[in-house]
């Protein structure tokens, strides 16, 4: 087959399955799923080997498997998690080989009785080592009652588990795949067309070691005799050949997109010189050489008739507000506006302070928007971005709705970017305006991912911090050393330092989370009566972590107690001590973050990260990383290191771009091959980009506008 004869697309409607109608249609389309082939690459989260019985007493921590024995003791206890008493059916069953408990939290009378003393049981569930025994909490069971039904274990293909959203379930989604895999393998089909060996399109190892076809039904149906775990590696050529491709659309797309955008014509704007030399002279302190270069390529950038894309990487604490300013004076100085947009109400408002402070003294106004802006407020804010009479916008990701009409766009801040989608920033371009774009984060990531994540972006690097900055001391205790940091805790408030006290919860309840910092909150005072201790979470009001925040930075509060939502960007030089509990659940990164909040002023700052036992193998090499550096940028790569290949991205980074088999990380040596065959594909075979692109990203709102 060749490029050129390549079908208008891959075009077969999901009514020609059978048990498609309408309405299942329409449910498919909530998975985006519109013609059969999308079904083949609906790829799978994860597999199941339901294909062989594992002796229990061959069963390791976290294995998922499926287990048959007798159970030989079966009874109800309780336990207390706050005032409420849960009732909990602990099952033993065993197999001869060994033993396991199976933990039942909510189960009928009908249940209890299915599980009771001698009956035989095949369960499937993930193991468990607690203390010294092993455990399924709820694993799938069904009573096996001849010897017949024993053997009716699958025995075809590892188990696929699917995304699947309600009224699409996994047999039903096993079902359409099946269907689509026939016609892929009927003979002769042409169903499918392997873009990437047309003409020799691409000469890459991914490509070549395996062809899209098998790829397809290996992914869907891997034989038994492949290791689970092998699979959640994703190294097999079949993985491999389908993430090449997955990077290659993603490439592809965000190749558009920077064409689209940049074959606007950009409006070039002054470089503002003037305004911008009366806002630093107001400075109580001298930019760094750092800050200088960035503004100087933002000024090159933003002369050219064509938007400006750029991505400033600079470590918590380099000062990358100041250049973010100083970029929207350059719009300002052109009588246009500028907007800028974090990602939390706190960062925003924060930024919204600093901003009406500098704005003042230049004359210039300042509009507040955000998603909890009251009405009235609301509609004045509206009117003057409207009108122009404001000359920069701060806020949330309210920016972003319909409502909101700027006069004349023509700078767009983004802070703190890994928070945003790309369908995000597509929204801001879509304000009618090809606006100069300037997006700033603080969690540096090597040059290949950025370039993946992000697309050919400009980049500056702010690599390097304000003088006179001490290094944050670091250091590492137990939980039973907490007396210790209370007594600490006390002398630095004593010696009129202010402290941030970090609570941290693995539960994922944002509620508990916020009791707990309560809780902590009033332990604490119990502790320090001579104290003020604040509190500030999630769930509170936006108006009183305002005052809370602001008491913080009046000093009215000596100590902060705060769940992780002051992570981003808050800003307060006098505190010069954090505290964060349960310090090993969290990521390097946002620990980094975290950390970043103390060492902002001239005196010396610590962090002390209390951990609890047990300890992890990688928690232990995480916070070892975190005593022994200060810089975002090495414990950027250690955590790369650390977290190594097979190792899922943390929520933040993958964020900013969801893949549906690729790893940014783990596949980060095919990413130079991706490059260059996007690259041949828009010179050479533009046609192409166009379906391949679709097949991997049809539906996805976020590639819409491209
Ligand atoms: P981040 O890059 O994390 O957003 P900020 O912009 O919040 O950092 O700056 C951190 C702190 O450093 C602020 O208190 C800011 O006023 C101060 N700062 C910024 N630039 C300089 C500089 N050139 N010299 C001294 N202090 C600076
Ligand atoms: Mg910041």
């Known amino acids: 087959?060749?490029?050129?004869?390549?079908?208008?697309?891959?075009?077969?409607?999901?009514?020609?399955?059978?048990?498609?109608?309408?309405?299942?249609?329409?449910?498919?389309?909530?998975?985006?799923?519109?013609?059969?082939?999308?079904?083949?690459?609906?790829?799978?989260?994860?597999?199941?080997?339901?294909?062989?019985?594992?002796?229990?007493?061959?069963?390791?921590?976290?294995?998922?498997?499926?287990?048959?024995?007798?159970?030989?003791?079966?009874?109800?206890?309780?336990?207390?998690?706050?005032?409420?008493?849960?009732?909990i059916l602990m099952v033993h069953l065993a197999d001869g080989t060994g033993a396991i408990k199976l933990r039942f939290f909510n189960f009928s009378k009908a249940q209890q009785e299915k599980l009771s003393k001698g009956k035989r049981l095949r369960c499937y569930g993930e193991v468990r080592r607690v203390t010294n025994h092993l455990e399924m909490i709820h694993p799938e069971f069904s009573e096996i009652l001849a010897q017949a039904e024993a053997e009716a274990v699958e025995k075809q293909t590892l188990t696929a588990i699917y995304p699947a959203t309600e009224g699409v379930h996994q047999l039903t989604l096993k079902n359409l795949i099946d269907q689509a895999l026939a016609l892929l393998n009927a003979k002769d089909s042409n169903f499918l067309i392997d873009y990437l060996t047309a003409d020799d399109l691409i000469n890459i190892p991914a490509a070549n070691a395996i062809d899209l076809k098998s790829a397809i039904n290996f992914i869907h149906r891997p034989p038994p005799e492949v290791q689970v775990a092998q699979l959640e590696q994703g190294q097999h050529p079949s993985q491999q050949r389908l993430a090449f491709e997955e990077l290659l659309a993603h490439q592809l797309s965000l190749q558009q997109l920077r064409q689209k955008i940049q074959s606007q014509a950009g409006e070039a704007l002054s470089d503002g010189a003037e305004l911008l030399q009366a806002y630093i002279k107001q400075l109580p302190f001298e930019l760094t050489t750092a800050q200088k270069k960035v503004i100087?390529?933002?000024?090159?950038?933003?002369?050219?008739?064509?938007?400006?894309?750029?991505?400033?990487?600079?470590?918590?604490?380099?000062?990358?507000?100041?250049?973010?300013?100083?970029?929207?004076?350059?719009?300002?100085?052109?009588?246009?506006?500028?907007?800028?947009?974090?990602?939390?109400?706190?960062?925003?408002?924060?930024?919204?302070?600093?901003?009406?402070?500098?704005?003042?003294?230049?004359?210039?106004?300042?509009?507040?928007?955000?998603?909890?802006?009251?009405?009235?407020?609301?509609?004045?804010?509206?009117?003057?971005?409207?009108?122009?009479?404001?000359?920069?916008?701060?806020?949330?990701?309210?920016?972003?709705?319909?409502?909101?009409?700027?006069?004349?766009?023509?700078?767009?801040?983004?802070?703190?970017?890994?928070?945003?989608?790309?369908?995000?920033?597509?929204?801001?371009?879509?304000?009618?305006?090809?606006?100069?774009?300037?997006?700033?984060?603080?969690?540096?990531?090597?040059?290949?991912?950025?370039?993946?994540?992000?697309?050919?972006?400009?980049?500056?690097?702010?690599?390097?911090?304000?003088?006179?900055?001490?290094?944050?001391?670091?250091?590492?205790?137990?939980?039973?050393?907490?007396?210790?940091?209370?007594q600490r805790v006390a002398a630095a408030i004593a010696e009129g330092s202010q402290v941030y006290w970090v609570c941290t919860l693995v539960e994922e309840s944002e509620v508990l989370q916020c009791q707990a910092a309560e809780e902590t909150q009033l332990l604490l005072q119990q502790q320090m009566p001579a104290f003020s201790i604040g509190l500030v979470h999630g769930r509170m009001k936006s108006a009183e972590k305002e005052s809370v925040m602001q008491q913080?930075?009046?000093?009215?509060?000596?100590?902060?107690?705060?769940t992780t939502v002051i992570e981003v960007g808050v800003d307060v030089p006098n505190a010069s001590l954090m505290i964060i509990e349960n310090a090993e659940r969290l990521g390097l990164s946002q620990l980094h973050q975290l950390r970043g909040r103390v060492g902002r002023g001239s005196a010396a700052s610590s962090c002390v990260l209390i951990y609890s036992q047990?300890?992890?193998?990688?928690?232990?090499?995480?916070?070892?990383?975190?005593?022994?550096?200060?810089?975002?940028?090495?414990?950027?790569?250690?955590?790369?290191?650390?977290?190594?290949?097979?190792?899922?991205?943390?929520?933040?980074?993958?964020?900013?771009?969801?893949?549906?088999?690729?790893?940014?990380?783990?596949?980060?040596?095919?990413?130079?091959?991706?490059?260059?065959?996007?690259?041949?594909?828009?010179?050479?075979?533009?046609?192409?980009?166009?379906?391949?692109?679709?097949?991997w990203l049809s539906g996805a709102e976020q590639y819409g506008e491209v």
């Open 614 to 695: 047990p300890l992890s193998k990688t928690a232990k090499k995480r916070l070892a990383v975190m005593r022994e550096t200060n810089s975002g940028f090495d414990i950027a790569e250690e955590d790369l290191k650390i977290r190594g290949p097979g190792e899922v991205l943390g929520t933040k980074q993958t964020g900013m771009m969801q893949f549906r088999i690729a790893d940014i990380l783990r596949d980060e040596a095919l990413i130079p091959v991706v490059h260059q065959a996007a690259e041949k594909i828009v010179k050479q075979f533009p046609d192409l980009a166009e379906p391949i692109i679709r097949r």
């Open 552 to 562: 913080f930075k009046n000093k009215e509060i000596n100590l902060l107690v705060a």
């Open 296 to 486: 100087e390529a933002v000024q090159k950038d933003i002369a050219q008739p064509r938007p400006m894309l750029r991505l400033v990487q600079g470590d918590v604490g380099s000062g990358k507000t100041v250049v973010a300013f100083a970029a929207c004076l350059m719009a300002v100085k052109s009588g246009r506006q500028a907007a800028v947009m974090a990602p939390t109400e706190i960062l925003a408002e924060q930024h919204y302070q600093n901003f009406s402070l500098w704005a003042e003294q230049l004359g210039l106004t300042i509009a507040w928007l955000s998603g909890k802006t009251k009405i009235k407020q609301r509609r004045e804010m509206l009117q003057i971005i409207k009108n122009g009479a404001a000359n920069i916008v701060v806020g949330t990701h309210a920016l972003f709705q319909d409502e909101v009409e700027f006069k004349h766009l023509s700078m767009v801040v983004i802070d703190e970017q890994h928070r945003f989608g790309v369908h995000q920033r597509l929204a801001l371009k879509n304000k009618g305006v090809s606006a100069h774009q300037l997006i700033m984060t603080a969690t540096p990531i090597p040059r290949t991912l950025a370039m993946t994540a992000y697309g050919d972006l400009d980049v500056s690097v702010i690599d390097e911090l304000p003088p006179g900055r001490t290094p944050i001391k670091t250091v590492v205790l137990p939980e039973v050393r907490r007396p210790d940091v209370i």
């Open 1 to 87: 087959m060749t490029a050129s004869s390549k079908q208008p697309g891959d075009l077969t409607a999901l009514t020609s399955l059978k048990g498609v109608g309408p309405r299942m249609v329409e449910k498919l389309a909530r998975l985006n799923l519109q013609r059969v082939q999308d079904l083949l690459f609906h790829l799978p989260l994860r597999y199941e080997d339901r294909t062989r019985i594992v002796a229990i007493g061959g069963l390791h921590h976290s294995d998922r498997a499926v287990i048959e024995g007798v159970v030989e003791h079966s009874a109800i206890s309780f336990s207390r998690s706050g005032r409420q008493r849960r009732r």
